[in-house]
């Protein structure tokens, strides 16, 4: 069932959780940030919405690096109900994708009940004192292939956030399906 993320509650402070990672290690969120903000994109490996932008969050995320703007993925699902989101299927999505950015595995889902996160994908676009200046998508492609000119929504707003401080005012919402809560099986 699709979801759409909610308007940006500018200044919110952004919550730190340790968790482990697809390449073995374990991260805090916090240490992903670059000098200039960091963006936390919820995400999972079956989603058709996911799929369908993978590349392009890859691509923005390598090409924020240049702005200072670090970059982390949570997986936050219910690996139980839907398999294809369990930790190890997470390694192997992230290998195919080339993620150069952490692949976090929120197990018990208290990151993303902490971040109110609604969907996948779902980006929180945070500056460099960690409060939220961007929630909103992507790009215009939803689940569908974007054309090659298509504006790129979260990778000018976090240049935005990264020359500045803050987020654009006028956001468009994320859009993807909605989280596997374990309470929800």
């Given amino acids: 069932m699709a979801a759409m993320t909610p308007i940006c509650d500018f200044g919110w402070k952004a919550v730190d959780a340790r968790l482990p990672a697809t ?9 992903c940030a670059g000098p200039n903000g960091l ?24 090409d924020l690096k240049e702005h ?3 970059f982390v993925a949570v997986c936050s699902n219910n690996a139980t109900t839907h ?16 993620f150069t950015f952490p692949y976090l595995h929120d197990e ?10 609604v969907c996948t994908p779902d980006f929180f676009g945070f500056n ?5 200046q961007y929630r909103g998508r992507l790009d215009a ?3 569908d292939i974007a054309p090659e000119d298509a504006r790129r929504d979260l990778y000018d707003a976090m240049v935005m956030v990264a020359e500045t401080g803050s987020g654009p005012r006028e956001q468009i919402p994320s859009m993807g399906c ?3 809560w374990k309470d929800a099986a």
Avoid at 23 to 31: A, L, Q, T
Avoid at 83 to 91: G, I, L, R, T
């Fill in 39 to 62: 963006v936390i994109a919820f995400i999972c490996n079956h989603c058709p919405y996911v799929k369908a932008v993978i590349d392009r969050i890859v691509r923005d995320a390598n």
């Fill in 68 to 70: 200072g703007i670090g």
């Fill in 83 to 98: 398999p294809a989101d369990s930790f190890e299927n997470m390694k192997l999505f992230a290998r195919k994708h080339g």
């Fill in 108 to 117: 018990d889902q208290s990151l993303a009940r902490k971040y109110d996160a």
């Fill in 178 to 180: 909605s989280i596997k």
């Fill in 23 to 31: 390449d073995g290690k374990e991260y805090s969120v916090f240490e």
């Fill in 128 to 132: 460099r004192f960690m409060e939220l």
């Fill in 141 to 143: 492609s939803r689940k």
